[in-house]
């Protein structure tokens, strides 16, 4: 065992759901439940049939628009009954990228359907992921195999009828490869945005929005917090953020504040239900003291200056920051949960670090700072330029929200959770497929419950 460190997980009622786990069973590295979601949303693909068979039937397609979609239309048009079709058309994919069993190792490719047949999910075989260089693959594949599938069953020919191929082509992939990214709401797409729209290395988990993750867990609080903090943190794996001395900093962040190590988040709710975001910082205060994370310098000056104002420090600067990132989700959901409107979150995101720094005499703010730079840009972002963009549309990876540890972006899910439908860009609006997906897939559902249950069954291993 790695680290000393041992938790107990809480759901959002107050109830222990896994006791005495040591923090490494909640690594992205060995809990397999952990594991098995960022496996899923690397190797899938999502299809829009129903948008297929519309853009083709009306000739919409190369359009780069967000919202109308209808300012490129062809005259070639072609009406085929796909969503009708959708199972026969599921079936076929299905052959056609199955992996051969050759050498022992079972296939294990999957195809679901949902939302009335509208929307296909493609899990692309292990065989293949192995295979490619890059997760390219869960994008071109069931792409190309779709078209092909489209050609065969309607009679669709290259040589025949090569107008309505080129149709296929461009309502799958729009104007790509004229464009480098895919048109907003592509008929082709996955959980994470296609690899050529990231910028930077390792950052490849964070190419989904808020409102994706808040849309995947049914807006539960907890649930999308828990979403969000795996993926950020599998996002601090990769890049590299979490090697060697950064390793146990991101996990004790993503167990407090993502996983609700302790209740702690909960106990701040609680404690501060009629409060302001300042009770939740005085709570963080007498419980980091009391749990002896932090404490008072000196008696004396330079450590109590003339005022009566004490300077504080820890010995633990990692468990700090976990609890002071714990602190920060709690005032954000107070801060939400008072106006039942999401765009506060930004004023507790750009105001909080200040104010903890004041109150704890100079200890670092949550993240070391990052989160309070982050948040100055996001409170500009999203209450003056844009008119006032939704804290929700914003991918992981925005060239705003992507500066911190994993630790900002949960505190915006939440605040989406608890929105209470003020929002322009809301998930109704911006994940409706997400929404129909979770009632088909169940890997999303109740996501902190089965952290913690993956952690109960590993941590005997854990030594």
Known sequence: MKYKDKIDLYDGRNNCIASDIPLEAISPLHNPYIKKVLNFVKRTSIINLGKLQNVMKKGTVGVMTAVKQDECKVMNTLDIPIVKDAPEIAERIKKLIEVPNYNGTPDDTEVFLCGNNEIMLVKMPKARMDLAASRDVVYTFPGQALAQVLSEMYDINPETNPDHCGLIKTALYGRYPQTVQFAPGNVMGAFLNPP??????????????INNIVALTD???????????????????ETGNAAGWYERYCLLGMAY??????????????????????????????????DGIIKQKGEKYPDILFSGYKLYSTSDPSLWNAYNCTGLLAASIINVGASRAAQCVSAVLGAYPDLIAFESGGLPDPDFGRIMGTGLGFCFY???????????AFSLDHVLVRHTSGFFTPCVAAAMCLDAGTQVFSPEVTSGSMFKIKEVIDIFKNPLNKVAEAAEEIKSKIK
């Open 196 to 209: 050529q729209t990231q910028e930077g290395v390792g950052i490849g988990y964070r190419l989904t929005t």
């Open 382 to 392: 999203t209450h003056s330029i844009y008119g006032g963009a939704g804290p929700g």
């Open 219 to 237: 807006k539960i609080t907890l649930d999308a917090v828990a979403l969000c903090s795996i993926l950020e943190q599998g996002c601090q794996l």
């Open 257 to 290: 504040q993502g996983l609700n190590a302790n209740n702690i988040v909960m106990d701040f709710v609680i404690e501060n239900k009629s409060g302001t975001v300042g009770d939740v910082i005085r709570s963080l205060m007498e419980r980091a003291i009391n």
